[in-house]
């Protein structure tokens, strides 16, 4: 009789101890995660942060994190961090064991290697009991974002004369004429305001003349 009540006993303790990781295995625990800078040019170089935090007493055997982002952001080789890249976005998975109190920190290097604005609004973890029984996972909401803007050029390396982007062009006519400036008279045409006539001008030719 001694092995059925072992087996009964046994299946009694996996029983219970999956219901307590169900109910309490995401409960105290936080996550951050933060570039180390908020804006950077194409080819810089830079650290993304993530922290985590495991405030009770009950420890994690295992806990899997998952996000996505944009490409254009190459992350280097580290252990427990896994990368599947599509044609948009690129996944990322990492595993981490967290003991009773325990805070976690971890730095990712990162190349910019496309302009763009980068978010990440989301991070969806899951964990379970030792033996794999019972699975739970939670989405957790970020507000992380990476602008990056164009690599920089030199002042020579730049394709035209500085002078030529101003506009200041010679034009063979005026676009809006100047009031304040008088260059003579002309035949009033369709259009023109009436505080432009000249009257003298108009009486001594004998057609309506304005200021031009």
Same mark, same amino acid.
């Given at each position: ?31 951050? %995660? ?5 804006? &950077? ?12 935090? @495991? &405030?009770?007493? #009950?420890?994690? +055997?295992? $806990? ?5 982002? &944009? ?9 427990? $961090?896994? =990368? ?13 064991? #967290? ?14 290697? %496309? ?6 609004e989301s991070v969806t973890m899951t964990t ?5 029984? =019972? ?12 602008? *990056?803007?164009?690599?920089? #050029?030199? $002042?020579?390396?730049?394709? $035209? +004369?500085i002078h030529s982007w101003l506009g200041e ?6 676009? *809006? ?11 009033? !045409? !369709? ?6 006539? @000249?009257?003298? &001008?108009?009486? %001594? ?8």
């Amino acid at each position: 009789m001694a092995l059925p009540w072992f087996i009964f006993i046994t299946v009694a303790l996996l029983f219970l101890l999956a219901v307590i990781y169900e109910r309490n295995g995401l409960k105290a625990l936080s996550y951050t %995660r933060y570039f180390s800078t908020k804006i &950077a040019y194409e080819g810089d170089n830079l650290e993304m942060i993530e922290e985590i935090v @495991n &405030a009770k007493l #009950l420890p994690l +055997p295992w $806990l899997r994190l998952e996000s996505s982002i &944009a490409r254009g952001l190459e992350f280097g080789s580290q252990d427990n $961090l896994g =990368i599947s890249t599509g044609e948009i976005y690129q996944n990322h998975i990492s595993l981490f064991f #967290l003991k009773s109190y325990r805070h976690i920190k971890r730095r990712h290097q990162v190349t910019c290697e %496309r302009r763009g604005i980068y978010r990440l609004e989301s991070v969806t973890m899951t964990t379970g009991d030792p033996f794999g029984l =019972i699975r739970k996972n939670k989405t957790y909401p970020l507000q992380l974002e990476l602008l *990056v803007y164009p690599n920089l #050029l030199n $002042l020579e390396d730049l394709p $035209l +004369p500085i002078h030529s982007w101003l506009g200041e062009l010679p034009v063979k006519r005026w676009i *809006v004429e100047d009031p304040f400036l008088t260059a003579g008279i002309r035949e009033y !045409s !369709s259009g023109d305001s009436m505080g432009l006539i @000249n009257w003298k &001008a108009t009486a %001594r030719t004998g057609t309506m003349q304005v200021h031009k």
